[in-house]
């Protein structure tokens, strides 16, 4: 209570509900809110003040001066989004959270990832032929294979996803969102 007491309005309100909803959030996510916590408080108040310095030069009604937000932080933080965006603050809050992450992703010793993160879409489930380009904007930023043999792909990819997930068993760190027909194929893994 002591930290959240020296932070900004702005700010205060978006951690607490953090805080609020810790218990019902995933592994990550409870380490990210315990990592921003131990490095507000390991700040000086002086460094604490410069990393949240964009925070407090938004401008808020005096009547939210000092206000109590630990009872209702989601109302509160509503208020403040309808707030920012009214009064043309919106893109200064999204600077001042940038900023931010920014000190704190560079100062935080994050766990590494077990794995590069993978992502495989497998589009167009029937489909014989298409010339219609699938996301090309996108070819810079991964690998494009256009001479697959489709036969059993489906299920060499969800073996390869299986036998990542054991390989690398963090809790809620692998996801199956199937879209169209469930697959049977592999009862490994667990369908979203």
């Known amino acids: 209570m002591p930290l959240l007491r020296t932070l900004p309005s702005a700010f205060t309100p978006l ?3 953090q805080i609020e909803e ?3 959030r995933f592994p990550a ?3 990210e809110i315990t990592g921003q916590l131990a490095f507000l408080e390991a700040l000086t108040p002086e460094q604490r003040r410069v990393a949240l310095a964009g925070f407090a030069r938004l401008r808020l009604p005096a009547h939210w001066t ?3 937000v630990a009872s209702a932080p989601g109302e509160y933080a509503e208020e403040l989004s309808s707030y920012l965006w ?3 603050q919106m893109d200064a809050f999204r600077e001042a959270s940038s900023a931010f992450m920014a000190s704190y992703s560079g100062t935080a010793s994050d766990r590494e990832l077990a794995a590069h993160r993978l992502g495989i879409a497998v589009i167009g489930q029937g489909v014989e032929q298409s010339s219609y380009p699938l996301f090309p904007k996108l070819y810079r930023h991964g690998t494009y294979f256009n001479n ?3 036969a059993n792909g489906l299920r060499i990819l969800l073996e390869a996803v299986v036998a990542r997930s054991m390989a ?3 809790a809620f760190a692998h996801w199956y969102v199937e879209g169209a027909y469930p ?3 592999l009862p490994q893994l667990r369908l979203f």
Do not use: F, M, N
Request: charged content about 25%; aromatic content about 8%; cysteine-free.
């Open 148 to 150: 697959v043999v489709p």
């Open 15 to 17: 951690l607490l509900q």
């Open 86 to 88: 009214a009064t043309h």
């Open 168 to 170: 690398h068993q963090d």
């Open 183 to 185: 697959s049977k194929a």
């Open 66 to 68: 000092g206000r109590q």
């Open 22 to 24: 810790y218990d019902w």
């Open 29 to 31: 996510e409870r380490s």
